[in-house]
């Protein structure tokens, strides 16, 4: 067996072994080469795809996504990565090997060596993964407001800390919960009290900046991660905060139901300082806002 031999075996072997689909496609889309894994989607046998194109196979719609994947490629030189839905009922070919459910996948194109210009692609079946993403983005948001609840907090407090302690910059923690929440529930419904928490969680959402992370945090409210923010910068924020909410309202038997919140604010306390901790210096803030009569705000580094 000479060298071209013993190489082109240890390639089948390595496409053997692979539980996703590899494609070598031609700059027009041809399908030039075909290594199909048992356990990935049904193309009906390598054969029965060499010398198609990828028109034959898909609509026109996601063929010409997938040549322009071959062509960014080719022009780039370089790898090109998407996602994408197969459904059966619309790609009539998987429809007719036997694919009867959608899945998502993942399709990479890279430029492959040789005479004329082509790229490998691989297509892998991603369905699970991005169930457990689903479930997970689940986990970490709030039903209501569908803001990111504490669990998703924490960790990124935690980061946000790191970072500020390494490249010696800052960052504050907001609190900011209705006052006497529990008493606009008894006395007018849950359902008002849940309308004025989402016009809060929205006025929260169109103020803060990109870097920010808003959270819903308790029954009564939110918390707003302030990135590069010192404590002075932090009570300016819960100033704009305070005074947006004066705005907001919720509509109850022909009438406008308006509140007030009491905001805590804490600001990173040096680099042994953590999440858990600043966290809570800011609920300690926030109740000590509430014991003035609310509408208030305090502040600690």
Same mark, same amino acid.
């Given at each position: 067996? /000479?060298?071209?031999? @013993?190489?082109?075996?240890?390639?089948?072997? $390595? &496409?053997?072994?692979?539980? *996703?689909?590899? %494609?070598? !496609?031609?700059?027009?889309?041809?399908?030039?080469?075909?290594?199909?894994?048992?356990?990935?989607?049904?193309?009906?046998?390598?054969?029965?795809?060499?010398?198609? /194109?990828?028109?034959? @196979?898909?609509?026109?719609?996601?063929?010409? $996504? &997938?040549?322009?994947?071959? *062509?960014?490629? %080719?022009? !780039?030189?370089?790898?090109?990565?998407?996602?994408?839905?197969?459904?059966?009922?619309?790609?009539?070919?998987?429809?007719?090997?036997?694919?009867?459910?959608?899945?998502?996948?993942?399709?990479?194109?890279?430029?492959?060596?040789?005479?004329?210009?082509?790229?490998?692609?691989?297509?892998?079946?991603?369905?699970?993964?991005?169930?457990?993403?689903?479930?997970?983005?689940?986990?970490?948001?709030?039903?209501?407001?569908?803001?990111?609840?504490?669990?998703?907090?924490?960790?990124?407090?935690?980061?946000?800390?790191?970072?500020?302690?390494?490249?010696?910059?800052?960052?504050?923690?907001?609190?900011?919960?209705?006052?006497?929440?529990?008493?606009?529930?008894?006395?007018?419904?849950?359902?008002?009290?849940?309308?004025?928490?989402?016009?809060?969680?929205?006025?929260?959402?169109?103020?803060?900046?990109?870097?920010?992370?808003?959270?819903?945090?308790?029954?009564?409210?939110?918390?707003?991660?302030?990135?590069?923010?010192?404590?002075?910068?932090?009570?300016?924020?819960?100033?704009?905060?305070?005074?947006?909410?004066?705005?907001?309202?919720?509509?109850?038997?022909?009438?406008?139901?308006?509140?007030?919140?009491?905001?805590?604010?804490?600001?990173?306390?040096?680099?042994?300082?953590?999440?858990?901790?600043?966290?809570?210096?800011?609920?300690?803030?926030?109740?000590?806002?509430?014991?003035?009569?609310?509408?208030?705000?305090?502040?600690?580094?």
């Amino acid at each position: 067996m /000479n060298r071209h031999q @013993i190489l082109q075996t240890r390639i089948d072997a $390595l &496409l053997n072994v692979l539980s *996703e689909d590899v %494609l070598i !496609l031609s700059q027009q889309g041809t399908i030039i080469f075909s290594s199909h894994a048992e356990s990935a989607l049904p193309w009906g046998g390598n054969e029965a795809l060499i010398g198609k /194109n990828l028109r034959d @196979i898909f609509p026109d719609s996601l063929a010409g $996504l &997938l040549t322009g994947m071959v *062509e960014q490629s %080719l022009s !780039l030189n370089q790898l090109v990565v998407k996602e994408m839905l197969f459904d059966p009922q619309e790609i009539e070919y998987l429809q007719q090997q036997g694919m009867t459910e959608s899945c998502w996948v993942e399709v990479r194109m890279a430029p492959s060596a040789g005479d004329e210009p082509s790229v490998v692609c691989r297509i892998e079946d991603i369905s699970r993964r991005k169930a457990v993403q689903r479930e997970t983005s689940q986990v970490q948001r709030d039903l209501l407001t569908g803001m990111y609840n504490r669990r998703a907090l924490m960790p990124v407090l935690a980061q946000s800390i790191a970072q500020a302690v390494r490249y010696d910059w800052t960052c504050s923690l907001m609190l900011i919960n209705i006052d006497d929440l529990h008493v606009i529930n008894d006395d007018l419904g849950w359902d008002v009290g849940d309308e004025l928490l989402k016009r809060l969680a929205e006025s929260l959402n169109s103020l803060k900046r990109t870097a920010d992370f808003l959270a819903r945090v308790g029954k009564d409210g939110f918390a707003l991660l302030l990135p590069e923010t010192n404590a002075e910068q932090g009570i300016l924020t819960a100033e704009r905060v305070r005074n947006r909410v004066t705005d907001l309202s919720a509509q109850h038997a022909g009438r406008d139901v308006r509140f007030t919140v009491s905001i805590g604010v804490a600001t990173l306390a040096g680099e042994d300082d953590s999440a858990d901790a600043m966290f809570a210096r800011a609920e300690d803030c926030l109740q000590l806002a509430k014991q003035q009569g609310g509408n208030k705000i305090c502040g600690s580094e």
